[in-house]
């Protein structure tokens, strides 16, 4: 027989425990509410009604047979709604796009552009009355294509500088003893999360409040405090759960909307996003044309590496997909150049999508250092960690951590790597042709000023409040885990509650580092307080609350080069007669800093390789260049990988403590998509001995490729 003693719980054994979603529960029975169910009483329904023609101006709204029709209380257009400030930067450095701020004027920059908003008392009647009102239009010719040599195209910075140069490029690619220039595209493709955008915007008590769903209350907050000229405390904005974002769920047209006809009725109104709306509305990934030239030696060490990339952005926002940056974190050269460019066209304004920049530039560039490598003559492998930099090949500052040789060495061995034949076509399994390919990823690690708020009650218990989003990554279990060990408690003492701008300022669900500044400002406030009680026990019945703010310690961090690093390896199958490509194994392995719960951060990895199969086979937003409007946006148009498209994928990591963050965390949000698009198509290559330049790797590419005669392969690009 044995007996247990009840001892006092083990001290910071939290962190990198596998644990379920605290909120997992609601979520699967359905008591979870999201920004479009939650109930509010006297609320009324606004549609959004988007311009059918891609350029021109409104000439026209005939609002009165609408204003006529059951249950409707308003619309809104430029000719009534409120002039909103909009010379600003936001939190993010960033001002507002356009396409954001409604109804400011006449004009028509894109198809899907929303120019007016319909407001009833259900839902039903306001879409009926959108989508019978008649707006008339003055057209003007559009360009809507993005082409490589566009003599309107510019460097363009974004979030990261527009070029970078050093050496005498044509010299080390002249002198190279293997060279390449290749051209390399990726199409638009969209977010695709599960819940489109959603808000309820209501005045209550003096003061504006806004349930919505995004990536950061406090930065929605702020925005819409700026807009609308609003005292910022006067604004409350609050966000629970959230059914994904990637980037997409910042200010939209969907929360401004709402405010101004919430405002002009005096009762709350609540503006959802259809799919098709989400397609011009939410932002996107641009397409990209990207040149890369590398040269190297014999053995395969770069001599000359250009990697120039363009992508398009709305003629009114400027939005830089920076996938020409990636080569500044993982290849040194001799000569060494980068260059983002844009181009201003009549199309919806792009934005952030999950790792924007690295995921359709490590496309690009991971496929070119597998040409390399063939023609080198080098294992891709090998030549990945040949060219490895010692220090940041721009920046010439040290690593934080660089792990990536680990995550190639350990993802080789266990994906037998090592018996691979490295020639091209040859291997059958009945009608499909056999390859495996590989790519390797890196993804900036980060962390911003955050403040939090962590109470000890009087019950015993714990609450942290912070407004942090969980936007479907498991951050809210993360925090509790964190929380717990800074206050040496248990997880099941401590309360998270996130999503409210109340709680104060934040750093925003966004580029991988949502997790690591939140869990700082937590980390801090929870050993305060701990230290607090450690001298003082008792209690009072409101409790003790503590409260921190980390801009001070992230400012005194040395400047270094920061980043997650990874290494992706498939393997397809591709059935040259049907043109059909199935991913038949996935394996990432990732030095992503400390995890602090593996259940949660390997779904976050297997979802980033989810979307690299994707990218690599399906998505792809096609535009009508007549018309300047897509085909189909919609999921059964825009494919995205389901279920029967993903295989066997396995992400698992090896040790990469931080050094200087107070957990060692990194982040996982990103890391996951970068190079796996890469490595699908590197095993296209290997199975069929064709290079795929242009994603997606459609069956009608893979068709157009095998009927070439094969002095041709290599050029099968359509
Ligand atoms: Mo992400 S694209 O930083 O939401």
Redesign the pocket.
């Known amino acids: 027989m044995t007996t247990t003693t009840p001892g006092p719980p083990a001290l910071r054994t939290a962190v990198g425990t596998a644990r379920t979603r605290v909120e997992g529960r609601e979520k699967v029975t359905g008591t979870a509410r999201y920004a479009g169910e939650i109930p509010f009483a006297d609320l009324a329904h606004g549609w959004l009604v988007l311009s059918p023609i891609t350029r021109g101006r409104i000439r026209d709204i005939d609002t009165a047979p609408v204003l006529a029709m059951p249950g409707v209380l308003t619309v809104l257009h430029h000719g009534n709604a409120p002039r909103l400030y909009t010379d600003y930067v936001g939190m993010l450095g960033t001002p507002p796009d356009p396409a954001a701020v409604v109804f400011q004027h006449d004009k028509v920059p894109f198809a899907g552009w929303p120019v007016a908003l319909v407001v009833a008392e259900t839902p039903e009647e306001a879409r009926e009355a959108a989508e019978a009102l008649v707006v008339t239009y003055d057209r003007e010719p559009h360009s809507t294509v993005l082409t490589a040599d566009d003599p309107d195209a510019y460097p363009a910075a974004g979030f990261m500088p527009a070029a970078t140069e050093k050496g005498d490029l044509q010299g080390r690619l002249a002198s190279s003893a293997v060279v390449l220039d290749e051209e390399y595209t990726t199409p638009e493709e969209q977010h695709s999360m599960m819940e489109p955008h959603a808000a309820t915007a209501r005045w209550e008590g003096g003061r504006l409040e806004v349930v919505d769903s995004n ?1 950061g209350a406090g930065w929605v907050q702020s925005e819409l405090a700026t807009l609308f000229s609003l005292d910022a405390s006067s604004v409350r904005v609050r966000s629970e759960h959230i059914g994904g ?5 910042g200010l939209r047209a969907h929360q401004v909307s709402a405010v101004m006809a919430a405002t002009a009725l005096r009762r709350p109104v609540r503006v959802v996003l259809t799919r098709r709306q989400t397609f011009s509305l939410a932002g996107y990934r641009s397409p990209t044309t990207q040149r890369v030239r590398l040269g190297a030696d014999a053995d395969g060490r770069l001599r000359a590496l250009d990697h120039r990339s363009l992508n398009q952005t709305s003629t009114v926002y400027e939005f830089v997909e920076p996938s020409a940056g990636v080569a500044r974190v993982l290849y040194d050269a001799d000569a060494h150049r980068t260059a983002n460019h844009v181009v201003r066209l009549d199309v919806p304004s792009p ?6 920049g690295e995921a359709p530039g490590s496309f690009a560039i991971e496929s070119a250092l597998d040409e390399l490598a063939e023609r080198a003559g080098i294992d891709p492998v090998e030549l990945r960690l040949r060219n490895e930099p010692e220090t940041g090949p721009v920046s010439g500052l040290p690593f934080s951590s660089n792990n990536l040789a680990a995550c190639l060495r350990e993802g080789a061995r266990r994906f037998g790597w090592a018996d691979r034949d490295p020639r091209p076509g040859i291997r059958y399994d009945g009608r499909w042709l056999l390859g495996t390919g590989m790519a390797a990823a890196s993804f900036e690690a980060g962390a911003m000023p955050s403040t939090a708020l962590v109470t000890a009650e009087a019950s015993g218990s714990y609450t942290v409040r912070i407004a942090a989003a969980d ?1 479907g990554t498991g951050a809210r279990t993360a925090l509790t885990l964190i929380a717990a060990d800074a206050l040496e408690t248990t997880p099941e003492r401590v309360h998270v509650r996130i999503g409210d701008s109340d709680f104060g300022p934040a750093m ?6 949502g997790t690591r500044s939140w869990a700082w400002a937590v980390t801090a406030a929870a050993t305060e307080l701990r230290e607090r009680l450690a001298v003082t026990p008792d209690i009072p019945p409101e409790g003790i609350t503590v409260r921190s703010d980390t801009t001070e310690a992230l400012g005194a961090l040395a400047q270094k080069e920061r980043h997650s690093f990874g290494a992706q390896f498939a393997e397809v199958a591709v059935d040259t007669s049907s043109g059909e490509i199935r991913v038949r194994r996935m394996l990432g392995i990732f030095a992503a800093g400390r995890i602090v719960n593996p259940l949660t951060a390997r779904n976050q990895l297997v979802g980033g390789m989810t979307w690299g199969i994707s990218m690599a086979l399906h998505e792809e937003a096609v535009r009508d260049r007549n018309t300047g409007r897509h085909y189909s946006p919609d999921l059964a148009g825009y494919h995205v990988a389901t279920h029967a498209d993903v295989p066997d994928i396995e992400a698992d990591w090896v040790d990469d403590h931080d050094p200087d963050d107070p957990i060692g965390i990194k982040g996982v ?2 890391i996951g998509i970068v190079g796996a698009a890469a490595a699908v198509a590197n095993a296209v290559w290997h199975a069929t001995g064709v290079r795929h330049r242009n994603l997606p790797i459609r069956p009608d590419r893979v068709l157009a490729a095998a009927a070439l005669p094969p002095s041709d392969s290599g050029a099968a690009d359509a």
Do not use: D, L, V
């Not at 974002?245 to 769920?249: H, I, L, Q, W, Y």
């Not at 925003?508 to 580092?513: D, H, K, L, P």
């Open positions: 990536q974002g990637f980037g997409s769920k934005t952030w999508m999950r790792a924007p936007i925003i669900a966004g580029g991988s580092m949000g990103e």
